[in-house]
């Protein structure tokens, strides 16, 4: 493997831990079987994106006008930007590759490096070493705020619905009995409710007000 090309290891895709060398000048990424880099996937597009070595030896990444996206770290890519080792090159939502400059190692998945040890823990901070050195007695004791008791006279939301129902079924009973009367009262020119059992309550009732039934 050669040390001075760049290079991408596929993170996820159809052959993780795949690594591509960009030893060209431009290498063209997508779907169609002309591209330098071809990745067989519905959700990629014929030509989805380009990495080109500038003069000054800088990568750089370029949205080929793809259908479902060209993102690096999670951010979108309108037109170009610029690669640093380490990148993570997303096409689409179902490839995911990993840019690492020359000389660089990668990591696999399993977040361990190839070719290079674990570096040694290091020291940790002086504040961390302070509070590791201090004594427990040197700390106040912490306070815990207790729950604020529950307010049992609060009304539930059951009783609130069922006194709205019984209104409800108030309102419907007062209703239903004008419309009883209305068409009483219209019926036959009223003799069927005037003119019945009911006749010395409505003449009680009525007779104030100058109201005398047709009961003949």
């Known amino acids: 493997m050669s040390d001075a090309a760049a290079r991408l290891v596929v993170r996820q895709g159809p052959y993780p831990n795949q690594e591509y060398l960009l030893t060209q000048a431009a290498t063209v990424m997508g779907r169609g079987p002309n591209n330098d880099l071809v990745f067989a996937d519905p959700e990629i597009s014929r030509q989805h994106a380009?990495?080109?070595?500038?003069?000054?030896?800088?990568?750089?990444?370029k949205d080929l006008g793809s259908t479902n996206g060209l993102f690096v770290n999670g951010r979108r890519v309108s037109g170009t930007a610029l690669l640093n080792s380490g990148d993570t090159i997303s096409l689409g939502e179902s490839i995911i590759l990993v840019f690492y400059l020359p000389g660089v190692e990668f990591y696999s998945e399993d977040d361990t490096p190839t070719g290079e040890l674990e570096p040694p823990p290091s020291a940790p901070p002086p504040e961390l070493a302070y509070m590791e050195a201090a004594p427990a007695a040197d700390y106040p004791p912490i306070a815990y705020a207790a729950p604020p008791a529950y307010d049992q006279t609060a009304p539930s939301g059951r009783r609130g619905r069922s006194v709205l129902i019984g209104c409800g079924?108030?309102?419907?009973?007062?209703?239903?009995?004008?419309?009883?009367?209305?068409?009483?009262?219209?019926?036959?020119?009223?003799?069927?409710?005037?003119?019945?059992?009911?006749?010395?309550?409505?003449?009680?009732?009525?007779?104030p007000f100058g109201f005398a039934p047709l009961c003949n």
């Not at 380009?50 to 990444?61: F, P, R």
């Open 50 to 61: 380009q990495i080109v070595i500038e003069e000054n030896g800088e990568y750089v990444l």
């Open 169 to 207: 079924v108030a309102l419907l009973l007062v209703f239903l009995c004008i419309a009883v009367l209305f068409f009483l009262d219209a019926y036959d020119n009223g003799r069927l409710l005037y003119c019945g059992g009911l006749r010395p309550f409505w003449e009680t009732i009525l007779s």
